[in-house]
């Protein structure tokens, strides 16, 4: 009579869903951290400590004579002002491109893309020559604007022209990532229940990326008021006219005027800083968001 061969198997171990963490010896963990500490502390901490004791060298009343100097208000006052303009125009650039790379198919989209990353390939010395070759006198544009009286170099409109340039791609980027992340469900669903483009945009789109779109804000104003090569290219360097804070930092500097140069420092410095604690305090308020989602 023909037996049955009966097997038995065993049960396979729990697998612990509980995430397993990389231990290191003490001492390993006290070197890493140690390095990294080092790193920042002579590369970060160190220059920053070293600006403000320069700046304060000579007391008070010297480094507020340095930032309300008529010069120096200038520089601090084009600086704003270049900013106010360029940021704006990028977000509206920032949007557009990233609402039609994420949300269209069209040809060139690769094109498009590849061109927005080029400020980021580009020196901002050549983007500087750029305009240069442009709108200077000998430039493409150059005897029609003579002609018609019409500045863009060594003025406002070039070093805001300079400005844009090397700061466009940084809204966008930020946006097409998280746009793409995000899909076009929400934005289809809209448009089903009946709302047009412009209802599906302020009310679902804008909603969905305003976390990642005042970060990109934070990034495209820190760089356009620290912004050097472009606008050293294009502004033509008139005190109290076409520089703005690095420039005027640096011919304070070529004039060995070291307490002003370092005041006018300090206070871009302080702008960084502040521009570092909006964007802590931006991440920080969307990772509650994200968690307060997930509950």
């Not at 070197?31 to 500490?37: D, K, S, V």
């Not at 557009?96 to 893309?113: D, E, H, V």
């Not at 804008?206 to 620290?226: D, E, S, V």
Request: hydrophobic share 55%.
């Amino acid at each position: 009579m023909a037996g049955y061969v009966t097997t038995t198997t065993k049960a396979a171990p729990a697998v612990s869903s509980r995430p397993r963490h990389i231990t290191e010896a003490p001492l390993v963990k006290f070197i890493l951290i140690g390095i990294a500490l080092l790193f920042l502390g002579l590369l970060l901490v160190l220059p920053l400590i070293s600006v403000f004791a320069e700046a304060f060298r000579k007391g008070w009343e010297v480094y507020l004579a340095a930032l309300t100097e008529p010069d120096a208000a200038a520089a601090i006052w084009l600086t704003l002002q270049v900013a106010v303009i360029a940021v704006p125009l990028n977000l509206v650039f920032g949007i557009a491109a990233a609402w039609a790379i994420t949300k269209f198919r069209f040809k060139g989209k690769n094109l498009l893309l590849t061109l927005i990353d080029l400020p980021f390939a580009v020196s901002p010395v050549i983007a500087g020559l750029i305009f240069v070759l442009l709108f200077g006198a000998r430039g493409w544009f150059g005897p029609f604007l003579q002609e018609h009286d019409i500045k863009i170099l060594f003025a406002l409109p070039g070093i805001v022209l300079a400005t844009i340039f090397v700061t466009f791609p940084f809204v966008a980027r930020e946006l097409v990532p998280l746009m793409q992340a995000q899909g076009t469900q929400e934005e289809e669903a809209a448009v089903t229940l009946g709302a047009k483009g412009w209802r599906v945009f302020w009310k679902v789109t804008i909603p969905n990326i305003k976390w990642g779109l005042l970060y990109g804000i934070i990034l495209c104003n820190a760089r356009a008021m620290g912004e050097f090569g472009a606008v050293s290219v294009v502004s033509g360097h008139i005190r109290g006219e076409t520089n703005t804070m690095p420039l005027h930092i640096q011919i304070l500097y070529n004039e060995y005027n070291f307490a002003g140069s370092f005041a006018i420092a300090s206070l871009l410095v302080l702008l960084a800083v502040v521009t570092l604690l909006v964007k802590s305090a931006v991440e920080w308020k969307h990772a509650r968001e994200q968690s307060r989602e997930g509950e």
